[in-house]
């Protein structure tokens, strides 16, 4: 499996981003898919989560501002961030779960400016 996460950038503070991570197999084949962000220094941390089937679950420091969606056909999922604050600043790299086994995308970098 492999994931491909896109869509990183540079925004001012209050700006908007589009994040994606397009699978190579069929998204209904994972039990869940994820994104998470390191900021530099720190630990990666679960942002968002999604399902499928379309259930949805996020940190409380987004809930509001980021959205996650998923598009079966492209088997691709997103995540929307809005209003985004430069603690937002991290790479972001999204995840599948298929039972016991996490498969992992590459980091796309979001940097915030104030």
């Known amino acids: 499996v492999q994931l491909q996460a896109s869509g990183g950038g540079l925004v001012q503070a209050g700006e908007s981003l589009r994040l994606s991570c397009a699978a190579s197999e069929t998204i209904f084949s994972f039990n869940a898919m994820a994104w998470y962000r390191q900021a530099p220094g720190k630990q990666r941390k679960w942002v968002a989560s999604?399902?499928?089937?379309?259930?949805?679950l996020s940190t409380g420091s987004v809930k509001g501002r980021f959205t996650t969606s998923r598009d079966n056909a492209k088997n691709t999922f997103y995540l929307q961030m809005n209003s985004l604050k430069p603690e937002d600043t991290a790479v972001y790299y999204c995840?599948?779960?298929?039972?016991?086994?996490?498969?992992w995308g590459q980091g796309t970098q979001v940097t915030v400016s104030s």
């Open positions: 995840n599948a779960i298929r039972f016991s086994t996490t498969y």
């Open positions: 999604i399902t499928p089937t379309g259930s949805t």
